[in-house]
Structure formats: C-alpha cells, structure tokens
C-alpha cells in the first residue's frame, strides 16, 4: 500500500512515497535540480488527476491538453486526459508536490451530481475530452494543507490506514472542488500580480520554517517586500485565513504532532512553541481539538 523510494537523475534527484488504495493513488514527491533543467513525465493510464503544488516554481508543458503553465508554490488543479505526457522546468532548485489520482469511472461516480463545476468536468470526461477545471489554478488554502499533511503523515497501518488514506482522498476532492467554486464566486482580486503572489506565498513559507520563533507583522512585511496592508489582506485572499490565524493553527497542528510521535510532554511543547504558559496552551489545545494535549500524550 506504501511505497517509498529514491530516484537519481543525471542532474538532481527525487524522494517520493506512494500510497495505492483501492486503485486510488496518491503520491508525494520532493524533487531537486539544478534550476533551468527540463525533464519529462509520462503515464499511460486513463485517470483522473488532482495535483498539488506545495513548494517552488516551475512550467510544464502537457501535451495532451497542448497548453503549458507557469507555476509558483501553492496551487491545485484537477485533470483529465487519455495518456498523460508533460515537460517540467524547474525555476527553483527545489520543488515538492502531490497528487491524487482517481480511476475515470470512479471520479464520475462521485461528481456526477455534485457542484456545477464538476459536473461540467465529469461531463467532459464521458465525452472523453482532455481537460482540465479550471484555467487560473487555485491557491492551496489552509484546511487543503492541513489534510495533505495528514496524508503525509499518516500515523497508521494496514486496514486503518486504507481507510483513513481513502477518506482523506475524497475529503481533498471535496475540498478541491470547493475552492474552485468559490473563486469564480470571487467578485475581484486584490493580489494580480506574480511577484506580489509569490511574496504572499513566501510569507506562508516563512511562518512553516519560524513556527518556534515567528516574526512579527512589521518584520514580516519588511523581510519579503510588502507593506502591512498589502500583506494582511492578500494573505487573506490567497489562503483564506489571517496571518495569526495561519500561524496558530500550524501551531497546535504542530503540537499535536509533537504530542503523538515524540517523548515530549506537553510542558515541553509548550516552551519549544513559545505558548506564555502550560496553562494557556493547555487551554488553547483543548479548544482546537476538544480535547486535552494529556490525552493525546497518552493515547498515541
């Protein structure tokens, strides 16, 4: 069901893990080249794909759709196609990925009678067109993030984690198509151009690498480029969620997993997080999870 493994390449390398559930399968990837290198990528199956981009840059042509895109991190997209051959560039060294591939008719079983959008899109498919949702690709929001880690992550084996693995599959195309809904519902957009969206998107990545020790607005703002309104609201736009309240959740996600997998003890957490008091942080995890960071420490 889990497979790992590591691939060399003339000019880099690639780490990905694989999971296969039921003829779903997902997969994560983090791939370095030297930047400016292009490589290829082909499958003959006729599956439906949902792709995740998490970190880096890059443009990749595809064939079958005879369209290319240019891609920063953070962003999501479903596709279809009979065959699947692309070219990737790398524009940063190092880019990571996931993905989620459905067999066709078991797409079509789940979105044949779901939103608008998808309708449309499995309509498309049983007319065996190549296609793919949506023209401008949708920024990764925080709860999208949040279940692709999980999926990362998966704390179980064998029969539980098929079904949890499975689960977490249909819950990213829910929330896949949910998003894509929700920005044709978007009157305007406030961040139009790229450099803004990939300070925005470097902002995110800065709160993941300085979650123990985070920066203030001031200092984020001076450190990527941006005055604080800009910021402020253009995080809001891409990821739907304030800066703080990005922060704060990564945070207790964090905790949780610091909790589960490692010897700490929720004292412990509390200082490496840099929560005031146990006392304040044992409150704030209660009222994020239901439930107290002395339980999860003693139900692993």
């Known amino acids: 069901m889990e497979n790992k493994q590591e691939i060399i390449y003339e000019n880099g390398r690639m780490t990905a893990t694989r999971w296969d559930c039921d003829g779903i399968k997902m997969g994560h990837a983090i791939s370095q080249f030297a930047t400016g290198v292009s490589h290829t990528a082909s ?10 981009g998490l970190k880096g840059d890059y443009r990749f042509v595809y064939k079958q759709l005879n369209q290319s895109f240019d891609l920063i991190g953070s962003h999501h997209n479903i596709m279809y196609s009979k065959g699947f051959d692309i070219i990737v560039e790398n ?30 899109f499995a309509e498309d498919i049983l007319s065996e067109k190549n296609v793919i949702l949506s023209q401008q690709w949708v920024p ?12 990362i992550h998966c704390p179980y084996t064998g029969d539980l984690q098929k079904l949890f693995l499975l ?5 990213l195309l829910v929330l896949s198509a949910d998003a894509y809904q929700t920005l044709l ?10 450099i803004d969206k990939e300070k925005i998107i470097a902002v995110r990545d800065l709160l993941n690498e300085r979650l123990q020790s985070p920066p203030n607005l001031s200092e984020i703002a001076r450190m990527v480029g941006l005055n604080e309104y ?31 997998d490692t010897e700490k003890t929720a ?22 999870f239901g439930i107290t960071p002395f339980f999860v420490r003693n139900n692993p």
């Open 267 to 288: 004292a412990e957490v509390s200082v490496d997080l840099g929560f005031a008091t146990p006392q304040y942080f044992n409150n704030a995890f209660k009222k994020r």
């Open 140 to 151: 990764i929001d925080l709860p999208t993030q949040n279940v692709i880690q999980q999926i």
């Open 91 to 120: 524009k940063t060294p190092e880019i990571e990925t996931f993905g989620v591939q459905f067999p066709k008719d078991l797409f079509i079983q789940y979105t044949q009678n779901a939103n608008e959008p998808l309708k449309q």
């Open 43 to 52: 499958s003959p199956t006729d599956v439906v794909r949902l792709h995740f």
């Open 185 to 194: 519902q978007r009157k305007s957009t406030f961040i139009r151009s790229q």
């Open 167 to 171: 689960s977490k599959s249909i819950e």
């Open 230 to 260: 800009k910021l402020k609201r253009g995080f809001k736009e891409i990821f739907d969620t304030t800066v703080f309240g990005y922060l704060a959740e990564q945070r207790m996600q964090l905790a949780y997993t610091y909790l589960r």
